[in-house]
């Protein structure tokens, strides 16, 4: 039920069905007396506790005091923790400027003021700042004479996709900034996506008066959903947060994402959407615009994938084993869906029987390699 | 000698909805508070002792006075216990 809940208050704007099925959920939640704690911690985890807050005053219950002092308290320190992320993110952007070094602003501190109605309702652990390969050391260095620096002692590789995070304090709060030579990690699921792919058509808007540039509407859809949705198997863990930044991404800027460049560029896409339908429910303007055609709810809604490599074997119990066998060969129908981008019917069955053994097959041929050629265990 | 009341740095008052509350951006700690508590912290600014805040708020609501008495130095009791005032 508490995944439920959270699925459903995965968005920055309610629609009526989504409150009506809130409504419900929470009557059940009050009517079995289960403790309102899992809920709070879970929302929590999720990077969704200012999203729940907002919905549960929005749909005028009685949240039980404590929890709701939690959610109170999470709601104001992620508004707090993103106003200064602001203030620094509009100072860097002034100093590149003045630098000359073209910047594009990505994930959340893109997220949290393009596409919430207010920059708090989207926690982020970090600024991530995309720049051309050959600008990162004259962005590190503007950012160490900000006052950022670096962990001496790090495992990250000289060319990894982004440069060692660097931290400042602020007002007593420690700002991570990560700085970026290529958007996503350097893996055979995601394109390429240096600076250049996204410079000339990015999308402007100014923080604190500033003028910063992020990704296009539409580059920022395929980008959240590569990153939350679609990730390797063994990296990013499905959150809810991921869900709201596609749903309200979607919501709030249905006109203005053109819909052609998102089947050319993303053609999984309105597969994608159909199957978050299922943990929020999308507006009717959504329903008319894509054109979606949910069918049959699949099994396992809100159910993410948790079987191997993303749990290694050797985690496992003796008695676990089934049920991770199952979790790795079978997942849930609605997993399979989201993350294979199919539709219902036989391209879920694609999905099912060709799509996820085959990507089990390539996560054992790469462990083997590493084991041949001698490397650690991934 | 009396000692007077100093907030710490990086404790923050907020309303939120119809709640007043003491936080910290980065730790889990944070006080919910009445108005006349908000009114405590605000005058926890380093300059005056406890006797000397529960003096003025007596002088400013003297209709509350003998409520003032009683409840102000249980506040400023809480907001040490909480770490989020200390004494100079």
Redesign the interface.
Same mark, same amino acid.
Not at chain 1, 171 to 174: I, K, L, S, W
């Given at each position: 039920m508490i995944r439920t809940i959270l699925g459903l208050c995965a968005r920055d704007r309610g629609n009526e069905s989504m409150y009506v099925l809130l409504g419900q959920h929470l009557h059940e939640l009050s009517r079995r007396q289960t403790s309102w704690e899992p809920l709070v911690h879970s929302a929590e985890h999720h990077g969704l506790a200012p999203l729940l807050y907002k919905h549960l005053?929005q749909l005028a219950i009685g949240i039980p005091l404590h929890p709701r002092?939690q959610l109170?308290?999470l #709601?104001?320190?992620s508004r707090?923790?993103n106003a200064?992320r602001n203030i620094a993110t509009a100072e860097i952007a002034r100093a590149l400027a003045e630098e000359r070094i073209n910047l594009v602003l990505a994930k959340g501190i893109a997220l949290c003021n393009l596409v919430y109605s207010e920059p708090g309702l989207r926690p982020m652990r970090d600024i991530d700042l995309l720049v051309a390969d050959a600008d990162t050391a004259r962005t590190a260095a503007l950012l160490a004479d900000l006052g950022y620096r670096s962990e001496e002692r790090h495992d990250i590789p000289d060319d990894y996709y982004h440069l060692v995070p660097m931290t400042r304090s602020i007002?007593?709060? #420690?700002i991570t900034v990560e700085v970026h030579r290529n958007l996503l990690p350097y893996h055979r699921q995601y394109p390429p996506w240096p600076l250049a792919r996204s410079l000339d058509n990015g999308w402007d808007f100014s923080i604190d008066d500033v003028p910063v540039r992020t990704l296009a509407l539409e580059d920022m859809l395929f980008h959240v959903a590569l990153h939350g949705l679609q990730a390797p198997l063994t990296y990013e863990p499905f959150r809810f947060i991921h869900v709201a930044d596609v749903v309200s991404l979607v919501e709030n800027h249905l006109e203005e994402i053109d819909w052609q460049v998102v089947q050319t560029l993303f053609p999984a896409g309105i597969n994608l959407l159909t199957c978050l339908h299922w943990l929020t429910p999308w507006s009717e303007s959504v329903f008319m615009k894509l054109g979606l055609e949910p069918g049959r709810r699949p099994w396992g809604v809100g159910q993410p994938y948790s079987g191997w490599p993303l749990h290694r074997f050797r985690n496992v119990r003796f008695r676990q084993v089934p049920e991770f066998a199952r979790n790795t060969l079978l997942p849930s129908l609605w997993w399979l869906r989201l993350y294979y981008g199919r539709g219902p019917g036989r391209p879920s069955m694609r999905a099912r029987w060709i799509d996820h053994p085959r990507l089990l097959l390539q996560w054992l041929k790469a462990y083997a390699l590493h084991y041949i050629r001698g490397k650690r265990w991934a | 000698m009396q000692h007077t009341i100093r907030r710490k740095p990086d404790f923050i008052l907020e309303r939120i909805d119809d709640e007043i509350v003491v936080y910290h951006p980065t730790l889990t700690t944070s006080m919910y508070c009445n108005p006349t508590g908000a009114l405590v912290w605000e005058l926890c600014d380093g300059s005056l002792t406890t006797g000397e805040i529960v003096d003025l708020l007596a002088e400013i609501y003297p209709e509350d006075s003998e409520q003032i008495r009683a409840s102000v130095p249980a506040v400023i009791d809480q907001l040490l216990a909480r770490g989020m005032v200390e004494l100079t």
């Open positions: 005053k002092r109170q308290s #709601t104001l320190r707090h923790a200064i007002d007593g709060m #420690t | -």
